[in-house]
């Protein structure tokens, strides 16, 4: 079985800064594609960065430029440097692990970040 935790959320103002960091830990011998996705309240989960095996690196066009997705040193943990934070990023944030050899997605419980302007 494979647990995933999110953690950093937080409240921050307009145009600051926050981390999000996931480990996905206990069967995870290999790398898995990560991804980090959110849900703001009356909306749809919308995918916001996802990180490769190989390390390539996509976002969403409304984060480019100031969201970055890296992999950390332990296998499987991730982080999501969020900058020039907008009120509109307010969200709950949900990291995702995919197992490639199977397609098998973990996701975590969900980190709240609110953005006051």
């Known amino acids: 079985q494979v647990r995933v935790v999110e953690s950093g959320g937080g409240s921050v103002q307009s145009g600051e800064s926050l981390r999000l960091s996931c480990t996905a830990s206990?069967?995870?011998?290999?790398?898995?594609?990560m991804r980090w996705h959110r849900q703001a309240p009356g909306k749809q989960r919308e995918l916001v960065a996802t990180i490769s095996v190989g390390g390539r690196t996509t976002y969403a066009d409304s984060v480019k430029g100031r969201f970055a997705i890296h992999r950390g040193d332990a296998i499987n943990t991730i982080w999501l440097q969020m900058d020039q934070l907008k009120s509109e990023d307010t969200a709950v944030y949900y990291c995702?692990?995919?197992?490639?050899?199977?397609?098998?997605?973990?996701w975590g419980q969900g980190t709240q970040v609110t953005v006051s302007s």
């Open positions: 206990g069967s995870v011998s290999n790398v898995f594609v």
């Open positions: 995702n692990a995919e197992r490639p050899s199977d397609s098998s997605n973990y």
